[in-house]
């Protein structure tokens, strides 16, 4: 059984920082493509950026690029998404996601697996 378990989201200052994690579980972890998704309220669900797990090769969205990083941890079976210089826009509730079949996707459809999300809120 596959289980993808976010964890770290919070309240932040504009311009502060926080810490994303995506534990996995039940996945075969050396052919996935790890995204993080955010949803604000009253938005679609956006792609905010993608890890290959084999290569540790990343995609970012175009407006938090240079801000947010994502890396994976293989003892750990976790996917971070570190968050810096957040701003108000950042708000939002966040999501892993795993897909088996695509790299590099943006579109929600192409994920087979996802996390219950974990709130984040940028306060100025």
């Known amino acids: 059984q596959v289980q993808l378990v976010e964890s770290g989201g919070g309240l932040a200052q504009v311009g502060g920082s926080l810490k994303l994690s995506c534990k996995t579980s039940g996945l075969t972890l050396s052919t996935v493509y790890m995204g993080w998704f955010r949803q604000a309220p009253g938005k679609e669900r956006e792609f905010v950026g993608g890890i290959r797990w084999s290569t540790s090769t990343t995609d970012y969205t175009v407006s938090v690029q240079g801000r947010f990083t994502i890396s994976r941890d293989n003892a750990e079976n976790t996917v971070s998404l570190q968050m810096n210089s957040l701003k108000p826009e950042d708000t939002a509730v966040y999501y892993c996601?795993?897909?088996?079949?695509?790299?590099?996707?943006?579109?929600?459809?192409?994920?087979?697996?996802w996390g219950q999300g974990t709130p984040v809120t940028v306060s100025s």
């Open positions: 996601a795993a897909s088996r079949y695509f790299r590099g996707t943006s579109n929600a459809d192409d994920y087979d697996y």
